[in-house]
């Protein structure tokens, strides 16, 4: 076998294809048909013949130089470049099509044509009998047939006619004729389909993409559903449902947008609707920038704009075709050597920002100042300053200065800090990250934070191991954030184990820890696994006297759904409205009737196996084409998004641990419940599990139900089930870290069906799955 394999002779380098992409070899005469040509751009075609051309495409990627064409060839006798190809042999049928329909395709990536195919039959110097049929792609049935006698060239435009009208969905037409001269072609048809684009092309905006409204329309006797959409920032694509007589199918509507992609051979070739971050440091062989901006017939020469203005503009390279050009990055390598950062604008939008890797490989303690090592000179760099003994702290921002960071007097001995260096733009918004994990240069200083209030003092001195824990906290936000960072924390200077302290602290007064929750603003995906660490998802909370404050439940509830939940403040007026505004209707069936009428949704049965076979690509189209839209906690799409992030990790090393331990898991557990005071319990993990001769990560949605179930049980006082949760804890943790959507819902749900008046439900009727 070669490798690599030769694509193109380069004696010859030329390709051809019939018109449905088939390649035509090198030794075998063309057909007198539309053809595909493909050779080097620079080289002339040589045609015998009038040739007509009826299309040019864009290039794909890893072919820069080339031109690809439709040429008809009816009337040509040969064409070629070194060597010569004749033109001979018979016309085949042609299945015709109009162009599809702009920004639609199917969820698979099928284009979407509005006008139905037509027909045409070549003559063949005789009466010719042909036989056409259309058959339903989905099903493979006949949906219709009929034979064409003709002595000559003939266009069939009634083939559709006996059909419902208008037409929804994908068909396939066959024809078929004497000595093998047939064709046969698959489309999907939306009869009457038009969409309507505004802005016509969305360009780069601040989060995404511009954002944008499509109209789209049916014919007489179909509908869209919904006609009009709204596409904010993030959103690149929406589903709708065209319906007419005939059937429905779902159509992906994507308005057309700005793309960039680095071409370089360590990069992997990816289309990007949002601005390119490169390191300055990789400009000795920075490759190419490709920008495809649809409908365009010629793009413009980009600005380079540097700390002292625009230094210079990048001119397209080549030709241009399709809306796609090609700029050499390496005529800015001056420009970046000098200046270290740059952004490259189309017009006012960024299409690049430069930037260097590192900005300093480190820094350290210089009394009233910190030194950085290596430092970048360039314009704008700012540290952001964040304290170790007070990680509750927002950053303090000061300039960089001749590679110095001069620190205010409050900071001077205010112990170990993590220092993060960013370019301040000042047109652009700088993120500074609550804590920068993984990103800061740290430095071991002493002493501790003295200019806030003695409980702060006195819990900096025990983060850096001079003091134990106080006895007291009344900031229980600030036990949260120790116990949120503490990797982070130790890494950065802290002592060890400071963790623990902390969240026997909380557990031991859990509504003032529930309270404090909102106040310490933990990233939404780490609350259930902080509610899991600390042993709180497993406490009993007092839900006795007053009810709880309003302001504090509502912020719960929109922050934080899985500890609102635990309080379980069903006679509190502010606590129920709050929750049915963020689970919705299924919180009032689940107290009413015991039961959870979606239990099953989240399920990874045989459909789930199926999807983990399916590539990226794939996958995508069928999340797409399912058109999931959460719209509140607990209803079936919101079961789905959050099972689907599970779905995602089920290779990552966490997951594959976990999927070892699940079965033994599962079944402990369900024992465990099946011998509570709530034996129906059970049902709820039933409707997760996957059925049988299961992968082990297909269990983990029913391991998720069973350790909320299990935790809210112990907070009942039941014994087995406190000690089940606590030996258990250690793999419902991970599992929560990978899936806290899902075990959030989980947690919520458990403590619904705990507190509702009665457990006994019938049995379900279907299972529903990801």
């Given at each position: ?358 900005l300093a490989t480190g820094v350290s303690d210089a009394g009233g100042h910190l030194l950085l090592q290596d430092a970048v000179e360039i314009e704008g760099l700012t540290a952001g300053v ?385």
């Amino acid at each position: 076998m070669r490798w690599p394999p030769q694509v193109v002779d380069p004696r010859d380098p030329l390709l051809v294809f019939t018109e449905d992409g088939r390649q035509i070899p090198a030794n075998v005469p063309l057909p007198p048909e539309p053809v595909w040509v493909l050779h080097p751009e620079e080289r002339e075609l040589s045609v015998d013949g009038p040739v007509d051309e009826r299309a040019e495409a864009a290039m794909p990627l890893g072919w820069p130089g080339w031109r690809l064409r439709l040429l008809e060839l009816d009337q040509v006798r040969s064409i070629g470049l070194d060597r010569i190809r004749t033109v001979r042999g018979f016309v085949r049928p042609r299945v015709i099509t109009e162009q599809p329909v702009h920004g639609v395709t199917t969820p698979y990536g099928s284009p979407v044509h509005a006008v139905p195919p037509k027909v045409w039959l070549p003559g063949i110097g005789t009466e010719t009998t042909w036989r056409i049929e259309v058959r339903s792609s989905g099903e493979g049935g006949m949906v219709g047939s009929r034979n064409v006698t003709s002595d000559g060239p003939v266009s069939v435009d009634d083939l559709w006619d006996g059909l419902p009208r208008p037409l929804a969905g994908a068909y396939d037409v066959v024809v078929r004729g004497p000595l093998g001269r047939g064709a046969r072609r698959s489309v999907v048809v939306a009869e009457g389909l038009r969409v309507s684009f505004h802005p016509e092309v969305r360009l780069f905006a601040a989060g995404g993409l511009s954002a944008a409204e499509a109209d789209v329309r049916a014919g007489p006797g179909a509908r869209v559903v919904p006609r009009e959409l709204h596409f904010d920032a993030r959103e690149r694509a929406r589903v709708v449902s065209f319906q007419a007589p005939s059937g429905s199918e779902p159509l992906v509507i994507t308005p057309p947008h700005l793309e960039v992609l680095h071409q370089h051979p360590d990069v992997g070739a990816v289309w990007s609707a949002g601005p390119l971050r490169l390191t300055s440091e990789s400009f000795d062989e920075p490759g190419e920038l490709l920008v495809r901006l649809p409908g365009a017939s010629k793009l413009p020469a980009l600005n380079v704009l540097t700390s002292s203005g625009t230094a210079q503009t990048l001119e397209p390279s080549g030709s241009q075709r399709g809306g796609m050009a090609r700029y050499p990055l390496i005529k800015l390598r001056d420009t970046v050597g000098e200046f270290k950062r740059a952004e490259l604008l189309l017009g006012e939008t960024p299409l690049v920002y430069v930037r260097p890797r590192r900005l300093a490989t480190g820094v350290s303690d210089a009394g009233g100042h910190l030194l950085l090592q290596d430092a970048v000179e360039i314009e704008g760099l700012t540290a952001g300053v964040y304290l170790v003994t007070a990680p509750w702290r927002r950053p303090v921002l000061l300039p960089v200065t001749e590679n110095r960071i001069v620190l205010p007097a409050d900071l001077r001995d205010a112990g170990p800090v993590s220092v993060l260096l960013q370019v301040e733009d000042p047109w652009a918004f700088t993120d500074w990250p609550r804590w920068p994990s993984g990103q800061a240069l740290t430095c071991d200083r002493p002493g501790v934070y003295e200019a806030g209030d003695e409980e702060e003092t006195a819990l900096g001195e025990f983060l850096v191991g001079d003091a134990a824990p106080p006895a007291r906290i009344e900031r229980m936000e600030r036990l949260w954030t120790i116990v949120d960072l503490d990797d982070d924390l130790q890494d950065a200077g802290a002592a060890p184990y400071i963790a623990g302290p902390c969240e026997r602290l909380l557990a031991a007064a859990p509504n003032a820890a529930l309270s404090a929750l909102p106040t310490a603003m933990p990233a939404a995906e780490r609350v259930v696994p902080l509610l899991v660490r600390t042993g709180l998802a497993a406490v009993a909370f007092d839900v006795g006297g007053p009810g709880p404050d309003p302001r504090v439940v509502r912020e719960l509830w929109s922050t934080a759904p899985a500890a609102a939940a635990l309080l379980a403040a069903f006679g509190d007026a502010h606590w129920v409205d709050a929750a049915r505004d963020v689970c919705g209707d299924v919180l009032d069936t689940v107290l009413r009737d015991g039961r959870d009428p979606h239990a099953g949704v989240g399920r990874f049965g045989p459909e789930a196996a199926r999807l983990a076979h399916m590539n990226p690509q794939q996958l995508e189209s069928v999340w797409s084409a399912a058109n999931v839209v959460p719209r509140t906690l607990l209803d079936p799409d919101a079961r789905l998004a959050a099972a689907r992030r599970l779905f995602d990790t089920r290779r990552s090393a966490t997951a594959a641990s976990l999927a070892r331990q699940a079965a033994d898991l599962v079944t402990h557990v369900r024992q465990v419940i099946a011998k509570s005071s709530h034996p129906r319990l059970t049902e709820q993990i039933d409707r997760r599990a996957p059925g049988k001769a299961a992968a082990g990560w297909q269990l983990l949605p029913a391991a998720s139900a069973a350790m909320a179930l299990t935790a809210r049980l112990a907070a009942r006082g039941d014994e087995e089930a406190a000690g089940a949760e606590r030996s258990t804890r250690k793999w419902w943790l991970p599992l929560a870290m990978l899936a806290p959507e899902l075990a959030g819902i989980d947690l919520v749900v458990a403590e619904l069906l705990l507190s509702a008046p009665t457990l006994e439900w019938p049995a379900a009727t279907s299972d529903e799955e990801v």
